[in-house]
């Protein structure tokens, strides 16, 4: 019995380990803006699960999309990775958008194309929680 | 450089009160604007702003900010305790902008007002000018008042009299031809008294020089005529004066506005010095007469710069002292004080070069302040005093401020190169009881020089 | 509601309003020039590059012309007025991050801190400037409505941008108000006496020739 238990709660542990990531990423309520060297802004706010349940965004590879020879991929997507690693902070040869701005177009571009959510600076990043 | 000071610690003299417009009778004025109507006005107007004005006025005129930054550069409204209405943009209002606004829909009485606003509170001395941060030439829009003005008829009698005495004599003054010859034997007889080798070269052909002077000279200050052949004498300079018309070198059509009677005499002027093959014209210590000459008559005339080489008093003294040909015998010791004359250092920059000569000319020279392109305005120069006796309390009551000025410098001895400003600072003086003596510097050098 | 007024303003009204200041302008110099070219010529014929340049530099520089001597107040609200109405426009993070998000350019921004202040410089100044109209009698005197008007059109967007900066209650609404005055203010730049802005080049240009190469005396 308590052999069992224990077993439980290393697989238990195990899965949760493993799961952590997604459990992290069901709580996130900003972008991590971590990379940027002299952040002068809050984070965006951004509720991932409530903002792709609201927005009936099913595809990761939306967001997540990966690019290959200039076109999308149908089938690859890139929730393994950081943006940065295609988006550098500055844009250059192989990398045709900055950082900074492949956020501000994922966001505010696909907001405009639907005419729904925000737009404006404050809209995602108000100034309360910038300290 | 010193920093102009504006404001002197003198006190003692009033500032006038707010003046509105003192009220004048002026035959020249009231016969014109009862010649009026709604029509010829606007039609005037029309013309004038039309076929005469451009880039210039468009630009000064959508330009100005409103800024009123130009106010403290006008003796007028420095004098009359700071009325607004005097300021070179207020005048502008009363002139300008409604012309535009109304697009020349405007009473005979606003053009009455606007003469006598363009006449006889501004002498164009272009002080605000220097004042101004946008380049705007508040002088140059008076002078297109004044040229509606005139087309229209409204030009004070006095001026009026002595574009007429141009048109009719080349002269500005009625001096007969015989009159011109008789007066320039007569000095030269005095002269001679003094000096029996001096001549008084009339219509030498080929000489070096053509000396030229304003109608005042011979009409009442023939002793001016005198000191200069003494000077040119003494100098050994190869000179000329005009026996014929052609000698004076004043301008009033260029005040009144009547630029077709301008055109005309200013050619005359370059005609007698082309006649007489002279290298260059030199001209008496007459500042609107340089003006004319350098940079409105011969412009008129299609002359980027004068064709002959013209130069003014100050230029030509300053030449004579430094090449040694006159000598100071002893300095002048009263010390004296120095205006500078709109036409000629606003206008032609000769400030450094009048101070050359009356430093070597006397002992103790006394800046008054604000002095060189800042210098006060004289109230005289541009036609003002010009305009006759009707607006002598305009001139007096418009300029304590240079009365102040003046005061300040605790000098007895004012030297004012300069015909007009020499007139209008004789009246500031008596008027405001400060006692000057006004010299021409042709005067002192007369008194000092080695003869 | 917002979504289309906020794509009406950032799109073609922000293309209209410069569109409109640009040819605006290019209308105003072209009408001044043809002038030039039909009734003044001559004024080409005394235009000098050394003196204009002489004379732009005195007008340009703080306390370098006698006037701005006489009066330093203004000439440090004006200065300071001048500086912060092209500065902040055009080197506020803000704005550079949306040039970025359109076309992907972007250059130096100013300090948030900088910004700040700068952005209030400019509605400070022009409380003055009203201030100084009201009180002054020979400023009051060649006043018109119009010129507290434009005084109104210059501070609106700063005063507005700067609500936005602090996200004060109605955010949005105010964003909108900020855009389109702005854009107004562009777009009437041109045929206001804010033209001075262009014209200003000529006119101190010219006197400055005048003054030096053909009358040897200071403009200044």
Not at chain 2, 284 to 293: I, L, Q
Not at chain 2, 417 to 425: A, E, R, T, V, Y
């Given at each position: 019995m308590e052999k069992r238990a224990i077993m439980l709660l290393i697989i238990l542990m195990a899965v949760g380990w493993a799961a952590a990531p997604c459990l992290a990423q069901e709580k996130m309520h900003v972008v991590d803006n971590a990379i940027f060297p002299d952040t002068r802004c809050s984070p965006a706010l951004f509720d991932h699960d409530g903002h792709n349940e609201k927005a009936g965004?099913?595809?990761?590879?939306?967001c997540h999309h990966v690019y290959q020879n200039g076109r999308k991929s149908e089938v690859e997507t890139s929730e393994d990775s950081a943006c940065v690693e295609c988006h550098a902070l500055k844009a250059g040869a192989d990398n045709p958008i900055g950082l900074r701005r492949a956020f501000h177009l994922r966001c505010i571009g696909c907001h405009q194309i639907g005419e729904v959510g925000p737009l404006m600076c404050a809209e995602c990043h108000p100034r309360a929680s910038l300290h | 450089m010193a920093e102009p000071a504006e404001k002197t610690p003198l006190e003692s003299i009033p500032l006038a009160e707010p003046a509105t417009?003192?009220?004048v009778a002026d035959a020249g004025i009231e016969a014109g604007v009862q010649a009026l109507t709604p029509?010829?006005?606007?039609?005037?107007?029309?013309?004038?702003?039309?076929?005469?004005?451009?880039?210039r006025l468009k630009a000064y005129l959508s330009t100005c900010t409103h800024c009123g930054?130009?106010?403290?550069?006008?003796?007028?409204?420095?004098?009359?305790?700071?009325?607004?209405?005097?300021?070179?943009?207020?005048?502008?209002?009363?002139?300008l902008w409604e012309l535009l606004k109304r697009k020349g829909q405007v009473s005979p009485e606003f053009i009455r007002q606007a003469s006598l606003i363009a006449y006889t509170q501004c002498n164009m001395c272009r002080r605000c000018a220097i004042y101004c941060p946008l380049g705007i030439d508040v002088a140059y829009m008076i002078s297109v008042v004044r040229r509606i003005c005139r087309a229209l008829g409204v030009t004070p009698l006095y001026l009026q009299d002595t574009v007429n005495s141009h048109s009719a004599t080349h002269n500005q003054m009625w001096v007969k031809a015989d009159e011109w010859v008789d007066t320039l034997q007569w000095q030269e007889e005095d002269a001679r008294d003094e000096i029996p080798e001096l001549r008084i070269p009339l219509e030498k052909e080929g000489a070096d020089i053509m000396y030229s002077i304003i109608a005042p000279e011979p009409k009442f200050q023939a002793g001016l005529?005198?000191?200069a052949a003494v000077i040119m004498h003494v100098a050994g300079v190869d000179w000329t004066m005009p026996a014929r018309p052609g000698w004076d070198n004043s301008d009033m059509a260029m005040y009144s506005g009547d630029y077709d009677i301008m055109g005309r005499i200013k050619r005359f002027h370059f005609d007698t010095a082309a006649r007489l093959r002279v290298k260059k014209i030199v001209m008496?210590?007459?500042?609107?007469?340089?003006?004319?000459?350098y940079d409105t008559g011969n412009r008129w005339l299609g002359w980027r710069m004068p064709p002959i080489e013209t130069q003014h008093a100050i230029d030509f003294y300053y030449d004579l002292l430094t090449s040694g040909r006159i000598k100071v015998a002893r300095k002048y010791e009263e010390p004296v004080t120095l205006h500078d004359p709109c036409n000629i250092v606003r206008g032609y920059g000769l400030h450094e070069k009048a101070r050359y000569v009356v430093n070597a000319l006397c002992e103790h020279f006394v800046e008054m302040t604000p002095n060189r392109e800042y210098n006060y305005c004289c109230g005289a120069g541009g036609g003002v005093i010009n305009c006759g006796p009707p607006y002598k309390q305009t001139r007096m009551r418009g300029n304590s401020v240079k009365a102040r000025q003046l005061e300040?410098?605790?000098?007895?001895?004012?030297?004012?190169?300069?015909?007009?400003?020499?007139?209008?600072?004789e009246d500031i003086s008596q008027h405001y009881h400060l006692g000057l003596e006004v010299k021409f510097l042709a005067d002192i050098m007369y008194e000092v020089m080695e003869k | 509601m917002i979504h289309t007024l906020y794509k009406l303003l950032s799109g073609p009204m922000m293309w209209l309003a410069v569109i409109l200041f640009c040819a605006g302008t290019l209308y105003r110099l072209w009408t001044i020039f043809r002038l030039v070219r039909r009734k003044e010529k001559f004024i080409c014929s005394y235009l000098s590059l050394r003196y204009s340049l002489r004379s732009l530099v005195h007008w340009l520089t703080p306390f370098a012309s006698l006037n701005m001597r006489l009066n330093p107040v203004m000439t440090v609200v004006s200065f300071a007025f001048h500086i912060c109405l092209l500065f902040v426009p055009l080197f506020l993070l803000a704005h550079i991050v949306l040039w970025e998000q359109a076309w992907g350019i972007h250059w130096w921004a100013l300090p948030d801190l900088v910004a700040d202040i700068m952005s209030l410089v400019v509605?400070?100044?022009?409380?003055?400037?009203?201030?100084?109209?009201?009180?002054k009698p020979e400023v009051r005197y060649v006043t018109g409505v119009g010129d507290y008007l434009l005084l109104g059109l210059i501070a609106l967007p700063f005063v507005t941008g700067f609500y936005c900066r602090m996200q004060w209650p109605g955010y949005g609404p105010v964003m909108l108000v900020h855009m389109f005055s702005g854009q107004v203010l562009l777009a009437t730049l041109p045929f206001t006496r804010l033209s001075h802005m262009v014209l200003m080049w000529f006119t101190r240009s010219y006197m400055g020739s005048e003054f030096g190469a053909v009358r040897h005396a200071r403009d200044y």
């Open positions: 965004i099913d595809d990761c590879g939306v | 417009a003192l009220p029509r010829t006005i606007a039609d005037t107007v029309r013309r004038v702003l039309g076929a005469e004005t451009g880039a930054l130009c106010a403290q550069a006008c003796h007028f409204y420095l004098s009359n305790a700071h009325d607004p209405s005097y300021a070179p943009i207020g005048k502008i209002k009363h002139t005529i005198y000191k008496g210590e007459c500042g609107h007469a340089f003006r004319s000459v300040a410098t605790g000098v007895k001895v004012l030297i004012a190169p300069c015909h007009n400003c020499h007139s209008g600072l | 509605p400070a100044a022009c409380i003055y400037f009203a201030i100084r109209r009201i009180r």
